[in-house]
């Protein structure tokens, strides 16, 4: 897919904002935000870059795919039917007339771990 002078522009920045963040993190020991940044391909298609408080960048987020798919939607700049595109997958989102969003796509694990609950008390 070729890629527009204003797509590549947008994922430099979000690189940019990638990295300030992980030095963030790192010299805090705190992020304190979430935020999602997105580019709207077409009207059936976003594409979403996320970073979550306390996990860092994130792959792929089914709230963050939802929370890009309503304010895309509240701006009417897509469809009620979008995929939404992340590094670790896509989402189809849709909207009921309710108002409700709904999400179609896989699950699979990516992390596997052993918590020991003695570490909790």
């Known amino acids: ?5 204003t797509a590549v522009l947008i994922g430099a920045v979000v690189l940019a904002l990638i990295v300030a963040m992980s030095v963030y993190t790192i010299d805090q020991r705190k992020a304190a935000i979430k935020f999602q940044l997105c580019e709207v391909v077409d009207r ?13 960048y994130t792959l792929a987020s089914g709230t963050s795919a939802s929370a890009v798919a309503a304010a895309c939607m509240r701006r009417g700049v897509v469809n009620d039917r979008i995929t939404v595109s992340m590094p670790g997958g896509e989402l189809a989102i849709r909207r009921e007339s309710s108002g409700n969003l709904f999400q179609t796509g896989p699950a699979r694990r990516v992390y596997r771990a052993t918590v020991e609950l003695g570490d909790f008390s």
Do not use: H
């Open 1 to 5: 897919m070729k890629r527009s002078a």
């Open 44 to 56: 059936g298609r976003v594409r979403a870059e996320i970073w979550e408080r306390g996990a860092g």
